[in-house]
């Protein structure tokens, strides 16, 4: 395994941490359809080699475009796929090992610890339940809240994300995309979990509800002292709402540093670009000036050496020979560059 | 009057379903200069979309246009028929949409798509609409555009195949061309590309641009004029400086002040409620149950549209009575 | 005065009973004609299956041979409505048969073994399918391959020619005509329920390849997934989550299939290949083929109610299919 990815995450591993991630790999095979069995032709490295960790109370943002990984990553995080390999620690403790042990009550007492808000919440709720039904479903699951306070508990959670009690007894198509979010913020809450994975979470949602939804996740945090994971391809609100952020491009972190830093001073010519290429609501703001060329590379054969190189305007002979290293330039701001 | 190319009035486009009228156009009127780039700015449900197929004539069932005037160079469109109309489409109005797996057919390769359209409203020799074909991907940057044309969509990324159906909608070298969301689906950095494109094409071919889209960004980036939509009524209409220094409607403040920039940290403002339902629409102002400025007046009687200063227009009954400075304040 | 104008509106607002799913598919259901005239033959239907045999003006009657006793003088009479010989328009309404016996009454008997046949048909049918999608599409990998190829190999066989096979094999070995479940104390006619098992474990393949699809497309759905981060177990998943969202579905095809095993029934019966001493419909047109020329309202007659019948529920399973997935209806 590569010795040269970030070791941050060990070395700086002190109680402020809640999460820490260490060289995660996560591939997926590719098949051609056989007659009964599958033959596999190929590898996709949708995650390769990650490493960060995530602060307490913190919102750790992750950005990139489709296929870089971001939400592979998440998911292996939560356990929903499992990774190729590498390590993840909640608070210090193996995620991985403890989901792979057989120990029931550990894996649903880390299942309430970490949980994950969806993209999409039209998809997201089960619509043959009622709203009732599905903030109280992990009530049943992990049985923390006695059923005669399961009421009381219901409309305390819709008054936190700012429902009303009389929406408990509705069906999900009666609500629109932004109180859908919040009713799947509500079942998320309803677990008390430490640790938030939101994943896209406001880009199904019209621009006037976003402000919403953002405002009540930094509401949620300040409250009741979450911590987020935040996974966007939308860097304005990334910017908004996270204290730090990594930017990934075809399954690497090739930049991480605290937000105002990132987006201030971007070394990596792929975050310079990916910054440049967002039109900035106001007419005087000079964008998309530096237009990258060309598109993200297939992740089933990613470009040897830094992956970027094919499309990085300053690119050298040495940049498909050799991989880059996540190097601190200060201020523990992390760049994958050779010339950075 | 004569330099407006499009001259839309007191349009009205409904949607007769099963649970009710949606009135998804209602009284929608705005004009669009010679050669300019218009913005059609609203959320899902503003109508923008619906307003350009009704330009297009091709507003899907159940919805009909019940009433306005489309004036394309003087002649109301409405007033065509569907023969005359299909001669339109494509030669002079074109559309490129949102999302281009789904309007490109999968079972033709690129040349095919593009040779049919070209074939549909001129008569070329075969040999020439390949050299067309060819120019025309080559003009919308598809590199090896000999080899490709004889690809299927699904050959084709994102981008690519927002390239081609670009080439297609100018194939006949339209002199209006609508984009619906035409980035929405690709990534920020193809995105970047697609609207680079699309902007040299413009002053390529000369058309008269109306961009639509939810993203503010995109419209500040593009645009010189804003029409700023709000479930199925024009807001605000102004040059795009004019609105972004000084948004006059309550609305466009509003959302200016909930969107995130990426140059800069902000308080995010928050709208309250939701977007309305169209088929029992909020009576008078339909902003009104979600604007902090409401009066008594804004529930009882729709607002007009009125021009409070050159070229600026709002449809509002407190303009005057709201201060909004203070608002782009960095 | 904030909080009390809070429970008001929250008074006010729940007096409107929520719709759930089914409310809502109800009232689409309502709104479809050709979903409530199916409907409406569906329940004639089994009202003459259930209480048939108290308005039948005849009694039921065992098979062609054991008959001849009976009715002796009235054979191959016309529709007493027809027949200028007969006083009583009523006597015989759909005429009588060669040996003598009243077609009208004959139906009406067989009735229920129409019914009894769609149902445990589509019992044993929707039983395997639902059995064999739900592990293919959960198990997935070489479970669902190899459980898919064999129902390929069942799909190109040609299944009628082997039901004839197996029924005509298995009817043989038959000794008593009637079998009575001991405990509940019912009599089930042994040879038709040997051809209804056979139908049965022939038909599953469609089926279940289709609730397969259904069950990979939910299981991919994010709400799934939610409950798989809220650490749900997978019989919760399966059985709270993935088969109520499949309900829709298997009503949907439980209806078609309804109808396919009524006609397959007859379809066997008719070949000569069913149970001689279960008077079904498929039966009487057997019985009555070789004169049909003479006494064709013995063909007409039964011909008419199965395709009424067949009909019947093709209607109500298009109904319930555009109410219940109405998505699929543009």
């Not at chain 1, 930017?247 to 201030?264: H, N, Q, S, W």
């Not at chain 3, 095993?261 to 009555?288: K, M, P, R």
């Amino acid at each position: 395994m590569a010795k040269h990815q970030l070791k941050g995450g060990k070395k700086t591993l002190t109680n402020s941490d809640l999460i820490t991630v260490e060289n995660l790999i996560k591939y997926f095979p590719v098949y051609s359809r056989g007659v009964l069995l599958k033959k596999q032709v190929g590898i996709v490295h949708a995650v390769d080699n990650i490493s960060f960790n995530i602060k307490r109370k913190e919102t750790f943002g992750l950005v990139g475009e489709s296929g870089c990984g971001k939400t592979t990553t998440a998911r292996v995080i939560l356990n929903l796929i499992e990774p190729t390999s590498g390590e993840a620690f909640f608070e210090g403790e193996n995620i991985f090992e403890k989901f792979q042990s057989s120990n029931k009550k550990e894996k649903l007492k880390l299942r309430r610890e970490m949980q994950l808000i969806f993209q999409n919440p039209y998809g997201s709720l089960d619509p043959r339940m009622t709203v009732f039904d599905i903030i109280s479903e992990p009530f049943v699951i992990h049985k923390h809240v006695p059923k005669s306070q399961w009421k009381e508990k219901v409309y305390e959670l819709l008054e936190l994300v700012g429902l009303e009690e009389y929406h408990a007894e509705r069906y999900p198509h009666e609500f629109s995309g932004g109180q859908r979010q919040r009713i799947c913020i509500a079942r998320v809450l309803a677990v008390e979990p430490k640790f938030l994975i939101a994943d896209e979470p406001v880009s199904s949602l019209d621009v006037s509800i976003r402000a919403q939804i953002l405002n009540l996740l930094g509401e949620l945090q300040e409250r009741i002292g979450l911590t987020y994971l935040y996974i966007s391809h939308d860097l304005s609100s990334v910017r908004q709402i996270s204290h730090r952020v990594a930017v990934m491009y075809l399954g690497e972190i090739v930049e991480l540093a605290d937000t105002d830093e990132l987006f201030k001073k971007p070394l990596q010519p792929y975050t310079k670009a990916l910054i440049q290429a967002v039109p900035i609501p106001d007419p005087k703001a000079k964008t998309m000036k530096n237009v990258l060329s060309g598109e993200v590379p297939s992740p089933i054969n990613p470009p040897s050496g830094c992956r970027f190189h094919p499309r990085c305007p300053i690119a050298t002979e040495k940049c498909p020979k050799e991989k880059p290293k996540l190097i601190n330039k200060g201020h523990a701001h992390y760049v994958a560059c050779h010339y950075a | 009057m004569t330099e407006n190319i499009l001259n839309i009035e007191g349009l009205k486009t409904y949607f007769f379903t099963e649970a009710g009228i949606v009135k998804a156009v209602d009284d929608i009127s705005f004009n669009l200069k010679k050669n300019e780039s218009l913005g059609l700015v609203g959320e899902s449900g503003s109508g923008k979309t619906v307003t350009a197929l009704s330009v297009l004539r091709i507003v899907p069932k159940p919805g009909k246009i019940i009433d306005g005037k489309v004036e394309f160079n003087g002649d109301d469109l409405l007033e065509k028929t569907e023969k005359e109309m299909q001669k339109m489409r494509g030669s002079e109005i074109a559309i490129i949409f949102q999302d281009p797996s789904s309007s490109l057919n999968p079972v033709y390769n690129v040349e095919t798509q593009l040779r049919d359209v070209i074939l549909a409203h001129q008569t070329v020799p075969k040999a020439e609409t390949r050299k067309k074909v060819i120019e025309l991907l080559e003009v919308v940057g598809i590199p090896e555009a000999e080899t490709r044309m004889r690809e299927y969509p699904h050959q084709f990324s994102g981008g690519m195949k927002q390239r081609v159906a670009i080439a297609r909608a100018l194939a006949c070298e339209p002199t209006l061309l609508f984009a619906d969301e035409p980035t929405t689906n690709l990534d920020v950095t193809i995105q970047a590309q697609v609207l680079n494109l699309l902007n040299d094409l413009k002053k390529k071919f000369n058309m008269s641009l109306v961009m639509i889209t939810h993203d503010m960004g995109i419209i500040a980036e593009m645009t010189t004029r804003i029409v700023v939509l709000y479930a199925g009524r024009v807001c605000e209409i102004a040059k795009t400086h004019d609105l972004f220094e000084r948004p006059r409607h309550p609305y466009t403040e509003a959302l200016l002040a909930a969107v995130p920039r990426l140059d800069m940290k902000k308080t995010l403002r928050i709208i309250p409620g939701n977007i309305p339902n169209l088929i029992e629409p909020p009576s008078g102002c339909r902003f009104h149950p979600r604007c902090k400025h409401a009066k008594n007046t804004c529930k009882e009687k729709i607002p007009v549209l009125e021009e409070i200063e050159p070229e600026h227009f709002v449809a509002c009954h407190e303009w005057q009575n709201i201060s909004l400075k203070g608002e782009r304040k960095h | 005065m904030a909080s009390n104008k809070k429970g008001e509106k929250i008074k006010e607002k729940s007096k409107r009973r929520p719709a759930s799913q089914w409310a809502v598919a109800w009232r689409r259901f309502k709104r479809n004609k050709a979903g409530v005239f199916g409907l409406i033959i569906v329940m004639a239907v089994f009202f003459v299956g259930i209480f048939g045999s108290f308005f039948a003006p005849y009694p039921a009657r065992p098979n062609k041979d054991a008959i001849k006793p009976f009715y002796k003088g009235d054979v191959r009479k016309p529709p007493s409505w027809l027949d200028p010989e007969e006083p009583n328009n009523f006597k015989y309404l759909f005429g009588t048969t060669p040996i003598g016996t009243d077609v009208f009454s004959d139906v009406i008997h067989g009735t229920k073994y129409t019914i009894y046949v769609g149902l445990l048909v589509t019992a044993i049918t929707m039983a395997l399918s639902i059995v064999v999608g739900a592990i293919a599409g959960f198990y997935g990998r070489w479970v669902d391959n190899l459980l898919m190829r064999i129902s390929e190999v069942f799909l190109v066989f040609p299944a009628l020619l082997f039901i004839l096979v197996f029924v005509r094999i298995f009817t043989l070995t038959v000794g008593d005509p009637f079998l009575t479940i001991p405990i509940i104390n019912i009599q089930i006619p042994a040879g038709l329920t040997i051809v209804v098992v056979i139908l049965g474990l022939f038909n599953w393949a469609s089926n279940a390849r289709m609730i397969r699809g259904e069950f990979l497309r939910i299981r991919e759905l994010e709400f799934i997934e939610a409950e798989r981060a809220l650490g749900a177990s997978n019989t919760r998943i399966i059985f709270r989550h993935i088969l109520p969202n499949l309900l829709s579905s298997i009503i949907v095809v439980s209806s078609l299939t309804i109808a396919y095993a009524i006609l397959l029934e007859a379809a066997v019966s008719f070949l000569g290949f069913g149970d001689v001493n279960t008077i079904t419909w498929g039966q009487i047109l057997q019985e009555n083929f070789s004169e049909m020329r003479i006494v064709w309202w013995a063909e007409i007659f039964p011909g008419l109610a199965i395709l009424l019948t067949v009909f019947g529920f093709n209607l109500l399973g298009d109904g319930l299919s555009d109410a219940l997935n109405p998505r699929l209806r543009d």
